[in-house]
């Protein structure tokens, strides 16, 4: 499916929303405008891609809604250059708004179709995350570790502590945190066991698995 004019004309329209609700940085802003969500959805969807709404992209999750995908890469602060661990690659879409960034992404999905149909689509259209892993994400990838960033896209039901030894002193771990509804939280490192805590309010994602594999 091709990226047209009127897609494009459409990821304005979502980016103008995004501004009128509190997104303010423009790297963010500037790949939500370029990449094309639509391509991510399945064909029953794909009308209404550049609405402001979670879809269903089977094996019982979703494609985050826009505002949430801005939201926390904005909290996560990414830089041109950063390694970022993104816990739940899902469609993939996360990963590819922080590959239009300039992050280098590390992305962990722990549903095999997922991680198979992921996989292939990303590089087809021209996102390529430094590794994909099909695994755990409540244990993260310590192969790679420190990162400068850590988002985890799905809800946690208690603080993932073994993400935080994986975070570089200076780097952010965004997390959505409970059960029914979660808490959006921003953890600072400050030194190897000191962190600052944020908290931003109420969100809603599907919980994050912890079956092994």
Do not use: W
């Not at 639509?38 to 999750?61: E, N, R, T, V």
């Amino acid at each position: 499916m091709l990226d047209s004019y009127k897609h494009k004309g459409l990821r304005n329209k979502l980016v103008e929303e995004l501004i009128n609700k509190g997104i303010k940085d423009l790297s963010v802003l500037d790949a939500i405008a370029n990449v094309p969500r639509h391509l991510f959805m399945d064909s029953g969807f794909i009308d209404h891609a550049y609405q402001d709404k979670a879809f269903p992209i089977g094996s019982g999750q979703t494609i985050s809604q826009p505002f949430t995908v801005a939201f926390q890469t904005e909290l996560l602060n990414v830089k041109k250059g950063d390694k970022i661990l993104e816990i739940g690659t899902g469609s993939g879409y996360q990963a590819a708004v922080l590959c239009e960034i300039g992050a280098k992404v590390f992305t962990i999905e722990r549903i095999k179709e997922l991680y198979r149909k992921t996989s292939v689509f990303l590089p087809s259209i021209n996102y390529r995350p430094k590794k994909m892993i099909y695994g755990d994400g409540n244990i993260g990838y310590v192969e790679e570790s420190p990162y400068d960033g850590i988002i985890v896209t799905a809800g946690a039901s208690e603080i993932p502590e073994k993400l935080f030894t994986q975070l570089k002193i200076g780097g952010r771990l965004v997390v959505p945190i409970g059960s029914e509804v979660q808490k959006m939280v921003l953890y600072l490192k400050k030194a190897e066991n000191e962190y600052e805590i944020k908290d931003f309010g109420d969100f809603q994602f599907v919980p994050l698995l912890k079956n092994k594999i």
